[in-house]
């Protein structure tokens, strides 16, 4: 519980010289507050970044029903959870603005292998 969040500390960068500290929750100085989200990764095409889909649902009064929303959260990679792949389950967890659309971390590779 080093973050704040009660998720498992990752071991160490491998490369500590390279590695960048500035952006990353449980090695370097970059805090978590806010929500704390989890979805499923639908794309990895950038480096660094990840899209988490989210679905839940929402009532219409009108029809007395639930209709399924999404939404789709870029969210930062730290080095040290590099390894994941599009179909894994992630925790974020919302941070400072990193980028222009990217204000969430990636906490948690909660699929079988990390």
């Given at each position: 519980?080093?973050?704040?969040?009660?998720?498992?500390?990752?071991?160490?960068?491998?490369?500590?010289?390279?590695?960048?500290?500035?952006?990353?929750?449980?090695?370097?100085?970059?805090?978590?507050?806010?929500?704390?989200?989890?979805?499923?990764?639908?794309?990895?095409?950038?480096?660094?970044?990840?899209?988490?889909?989210?679905?839940?649902?929402?009532?219409?009064?009108?029809?007395?029903?639930?209709?399924?929303?999404?939404?789709?959260?870029?969210?930062?990679?730290?080095?040290?959870?590099?390894?994941?792949?599009?179909?894994?389950?992630?925790?974020?967890?919302?941070?400072?603005?990193?980028?222009?659309?990217?204000?969430?971390?990636?906490?948690?590779?909660?699929?079988?292998?990390q």
């Amino acid at each position: 519980m080093a973050i704040g969040i009660d998720v498992p500390t990752p071991p160490e960068p491998d490369n500590p010289e390279d590695y960048d500290y500035e952006k990353c929750p449980f090695y370097g100085q970059l805090s978590v507050r806010g929500q704390t989200r989890e979805g499923t990764v639908v794309s990895t095409d950038m480096e660094k970044t990840v899209i988490v889909e989210r679905e839940y649902d929402v009532f219409v009064p009108k029809y007395d029903r639930y209709m399924k929303r999404r939404s789709r959260i870029p969210a930062h990679v730290p080095g040290v959870l590099d390894s994941l792949e599009v179909g894994d389950e992630v925790t974020i967890a919302e941070t400072r603005p990193l980028s222009k659309t990217k204000s969430h971390v990636v906490v948690e590779n909660r699929s079988g292998d990390q």
